[in-house]
């Protein structure tokens, strides 16, 4: 079955930093899901991504899916302490509504 | 536009009792998922529900069950509780299931 491994697992950034979270899949991707996470609340939607090198940005944050569909990253600009949380993504691999999601990393962004 | 609101936000129940969630999907959204999220597991598909019938479950006992009623809102049952089900329900609405779906604040069950 299909997988999604995100690394690093947790970030730790000063405030105005960049960074970037990777998300790789073991098998091709047909749309990649981003979302982020306050500890116990529900998940936010930031961008979906379809095609083999497509590239998304909303504020400061920027999502690229790769060529093969099978890795996807997601680059943080000038981090703010507002940016803190878990980020995860996540895909629909058959197509059948039945999603799956990576581990998640956790960011801490130090003011 | 009201989101996704899942009720009750916090539950506390013993092992054995059963316990039912409730999930009411945007306005206008047929689609209906639920996971399970623990630290240990991450965040695991339970099912889908589009337009009162299940499309799809996850790899869960049949303790889990759930329904979807003819206005979209969704519940989720779980009989027999073990301490393992302490978990944040997470459920979450589409128009049809794909393009992104938008999540509730989720019911956090304590198992005790």
């Known amino acids: 079955s299909q997988e999604l491994e995100q690394s690093p697992q947790s970030l730790i950034v000063q405030e105005g930093k960049n960074l970037t979270i990777n998300c790789t899949s073991s098998?091709?991707?047909?749309?990649l899901y981003w979302y982020k996470q306050k500890y116990g609340e529900g998940l936010i939607f930031l961008m979906m991504l379809q095609k083999g090198g497509e590239e998304k940005s909303h504020e400061k944050i920027t999502a690229k899916l790769d060529e093969k569909k099978q890795q996807s990253s997601l680059h943080i600009t000038a981090s703010q302490p507002s940016h803190a949380g878990i980020y995860l993504c996540g895909a629909d691999p058959s197509g059948t509504y039945k999603y799956i999601f990576g581990t998640g990393t956790r960011l801490k962004v130090l003011a | 536009k009201a989101g996704v609101t899942q009720t009750p936000r916090y539950l506390i129940k013993t092992r054995g009792q059963q316990v039912t969630l409730s999930c009411s999907p945007i306005s206008g959204h047929r689609s209906v998922s639920w996971y399970q999220q623990t630290p240990g597991q991450g965040l695991q598909f339970l099912f889908e529900y589009f337009s009162e019938t299940q499309r799809n479950k996850g790899n869960f006992p049949g303790r889990f069950s759930g329904r979807q009623f003819s206005n979209s809102r969704s519940e989720m049952n779980v009989s027999t509780l073990e301490l393992g089900d302490s978990a944040l329900y997470l459920c979450a609405s589409s128009s049809q299931g794909a393009y992104g779906y938008t999540f509730g604040s989720g019911t956090r069950l304590t198992v005790v």
């Open positions: 098998k091709t991707l047909y749309g």
